[in-house]
């Protein structure tokens, strides 16, 4: 509440009251985490967000009024004891050991996460570094993956659970988590199946009590042997999730662009 002495000095001159009002939406901060599929199908794409990354931080920077931190974290899959075929390129290597995460729990497959760039304050320079490597030889060669489906929703789980993009910030901030991926979520099995959908139901309720936003960028529509589980499972159990699905990434930087202004627009309206 105000007390006398305000109320009386906020009539007479109302830039006096400017302390009062707390930004809202956007404007009052976003963490925002990129988890790319660093699979071979998947270089194009990259190389589209490369070229215009500075347009697409440019939008979070605008947004958030400089309150931001951001995160990069790519996901690939390998046969067992296989390793990634970057195991040994100069951007992996300078990685932290925590930064790099292998799931051995498959019977068949090996998943590989790896945390290019943790949030940090203002990091728009750091972020476009570590996105310059990725499909980048020698730097950082592209994965392989091996069947069709990928396991993003065991990288998802790492940034919601376990910190691995570092942790989300509390408060009335903008938390987003941008999936980009040209297949649908597979645990450690390479295989969608009820299990996943269980599991994606699951992440979508931990992101809804953090106050985590998922946005999807997929040119996977799902077909008779796979659904598109992360539409049916995910985003639509997600509070404010939403997903742009295409047949091709051609337009994938303007798409999250589009995707963040959209959802900047409606926090602000709240």
């Given at each position: 509440?105000h ?37 071979g ?23 958030s ?6 995160a ?21 290597t ?8 292998v ?92 299990t996943?959908?269980?599991?994606l ?55 999250i662009?589009?995707?963040i ?10």
């Open positions: 509440m007390n006398a002495f305000f109320t009386i000095s906020c009539k007479k001159n109302a830039a006096l009251c400017d302390y009062d009002e707390a930004p809202t939406g956007c404007a009052a901060g976003m963490d925002v985490a990129f988890l790319i599929d660093y699979t199908s998947m270089g194009g794409a990259i190389d589209s967000i490369k070229s215009e990354v500075s347009s697409i931080v440019s939008t979070i920077m605008a947004e009024g400089g309150d931001y931190r951001l990069l974290g790519i996901f690939d899959e390998y046969s067992k004891k296989a390793g990634p075929s970057y195991i040994a390129s100069p951007a992996y300078a990685l932290p050991a925590a930064q790099k995460k799931i051995t729990t498959g019977t068949n497959t090996d998943q590989h996460l790896t945390m290019m760039e943790k949030f940090a304050p203002a990091n728009a320079t750091s972020f476009t570094n570590q996105l310059s490597f990725l499909n980048n030889n020698p730097n950082m060669p592209m994965g392989w993956g091996i069947g069709g489906p990928e396991p993003g929703d065991l990288l998802l789980d790492e940034i919601l659970n376990n910190s691995f993009a570092g942790t989300w910030r509390g408060g009335n901030i903008t938390k987003l988590a941008i999936i980009i991926t040209d297949a649908p979520a597979s645990g450690d099995d390479d295989n969608a199946n009820a996943d959908d269980s599991f139901q699951t992440l979508a309720a931990t992101a809804n009590s953090m106050g985590v936003q998922c946005v999807l960028l997929t040119t996977f529509s799902g077909n008779s042997l796979h659904p598109a589980n992360y539409q049916l499972q995910l985003i639509a159990n997600n509070t404010g999730g939403s997903a742009v699905v295409a047949p091709t990434f051609s337009n994938i930087s303007k798409d662009i589009s995707q202004q959209n959802i900047c627009n409606e926090s602000q309206r709240k």
